[in-house]
């Protein structure tokens, strides 16, 4: 008798944080997933922690299009998409160069399209589907000397809502997921140690959280969820004079 297919996500940035911890919740599942990333050691060592799970790694540097089109073209559609690669970026306006403007874009949002754009048609020729995008509460709230990363979230946010409306009668949902603080190296890596002591320990949320939260509203066809019972209180009085000044207050380096 033949036995049925397991269910199959393609998960990107998988290889430590959000992504890392999305692929463990699954595979405990029995999804099998195809993980992308960038850095090849750290891939190697998120599939082994994972316990010898069906898993494919991909390596691919996902601000370069090129990269991506040679990735989405050897990866057959999945029945979950977590789009979730990008990094955190900081610089005051006017002092990013435009190469790396163009890389910060396509990574967080442009990218983020076309991989979503190509597997789509044949999800909805399926009948079926999922598709998670990880943007970040920096969509519904300014976010000064992070001016571009905030856009480009916002881009994403727009345009998963947009196909959750549009879709919502074709079984293909779209669930775009807007964490805030969450206990990963990303903030390390961009050179914003200081936040991992400034910002109070009640503003983080877990990576474990964020995934829980979010495949809970995916499952529901959610258009969006904000992970956290503080960033949902406090998700109407963002972008308000009190909050830009907290805000400030709570990300400024102290030297």
Partial sequence: MKQPEKPKA???GSSSGI?????????????ELDLVSQNRE???AARAKL????????????????????????????????ANAGITHASSAGKTEE???LELTYLLYGGVVDLIEHYLPEMLE????????????????????SSIYASAKAGVYAYG???????????????????GYVRTNAHRRAG?????????????VTPEQVVKETEAASLMNKAYVIPGLVYRLVSPFLGSKIANLAWRALNKRKI
């Fill in 10 to 12: 393609l998960i990107t």
């Fill in 19 to 31: 992504g890392f911890a999305y692929a463990r919740y699954l595979s405990k599942d029995g999804w």
């Fill in 42 to 44: 750290r891939s190697e």
């Fill in 51 to 82: 316990g010898g799970r069906p898993t494919k790694i991909h390596l691919a540097d996902l601000s370069d299009q090129s990269q991506t089109s040679a990735l989405i073209r050897k990866i057959v559609t999945p029945d979950l998409i977590v």
């Fill in 99 to 101: 190469k790396r403007r």
């Fill in 126 to 145: 399926r009948g079926a589907g999922r598709i998670v995008i990880i943007s970040s509460i920096g969509a519904i709230t300014p976010m000064p000397k």
């Fill in 161 to 179: 809502r947009s196909l959750n409306e549009e879709l919502r009668e074709k079984n293909v949902s779209v669930t775009v997921s807007l964490p």
């Fill in 192 to 204: 914003l140690t200081h936040l991992e002591t400034q910002i109070p320990e009640w503003m983080w």
